[in-house]
């Protein structure tokens, strides 16, 4: 199974999986292009998928409850971007070790940020498919 994580792709199952009701999942994709396509899923993308998300839950209509659930997703799903800032130091040349470590470490953090992400993916897509 290719993972979709990897691929910053979501599937329709995936986003039921993180506790998105059927219909609102159907609305937001509707919209959406599937980039891909794994066994009988549409792929989407990740960005334009949470793009869709903040749109209608932007939506004067959706209720409270769709709301929070709209943003316990989306809390969930940015990790999935891997979007990372580095922070520029402004250390003297003498701090450079502890510059190095303060980067390894970093980097560290989102390798396991990136495999808990992962493994979070692979649970919403569980739960999507048996969900229906």
Do not use: W
Request: net charge positive; with cysteine; glycine share 8%.
């Amino acid at each position: 199974m290719t993972n979709a994580v990897h691929n910053r792709h979501i599937t329709r199952a995936q986003l039921r999986g993180y506790g998105l009701s059927n219909y609102l999942v159907r609305r937001v994709t509707a919209g959406l292009t599937h980039i891909a396509k794994r066994g009988n899923a549409h792929c989407f993308a990740l960005s334009t998928t949470m793009s869709a998300l903040r749109e209608y839950a932007e939506h004067p209509r959706v209720r409270p409850a769709t709301r929070m659930a709209i943003q316990h997703a989306l809390m969930q799903l940015s990790p999935l971007l891997g979007n990372v800032i580095t922070a520029q130091f402004g250390m003297a040349g003498d701090d450079r070790e502890l510059r190095d470590a303060v980067i390894g470490l970093l980097g560290a953090q989102q390798t396991t940020d990136r495999a808990l992400a992962d493994l979070k993916a692979t649970a919403a897509e569980i739960r999507g498919r048996t969900s229906r």
